[in-house]
């Protein structure tokens, strides 16, 4: 298992939609998350900033988030939800969620 925590900031006008977007996820988009071996998905907000932490279960992370990628329920989802989304400054080129790095973990 791989633990994957991630971080962008949300448009501050935004973050109403994000919230109400986010009390209704589809069940196609949920759906796709566990086939791609995702589990135990949360999103966490502080001031402007989104911290997501997942679980990933499978054996090619790659090649699960491009059939994530190719889903169209999901393409569906992010264009709903990438217009209240930017990167964080600390993002490499590319980036949109950008991976943080892990410096404690208790099992």
């Not at 971080?7 to 109403?16: C, D």
């Not at 071996?37 to 966490?44: C, D, Q, R």
Request: aromatic residues 10%; proline residues 7%; contains cysteine.
């Amino acid at each position: 298992m791989q633990r994957i925590a991630q971080v962008i900031k949300v448009r501050p006008e935004k973050l109403a939609e994000y919230r109400e977007l986010h009390r209704a996820v589809p069940e196609p988009v949920l759906a796709r998350l566990r086939a791609s071996h995702i589990a135990n998905y949360s999103i966490h907000l502080l001031g402007d900033r989104l911290f997501s932490y997942f679980e990933y279960h499978g054996d090619d992370l790659a090649a699960d988030l491009a059939a994530m990628a190719d889903d169209e329920a999901t393409r569906e989802w992010w264009k709903a939800t990438d217009p209240c989304q930017e990167p964080v400054p600390e993002a490499a080129p590319g980036d949109w969620w950008t991976p943080m790095e892990r410096v404690f973990l208790m099992e």
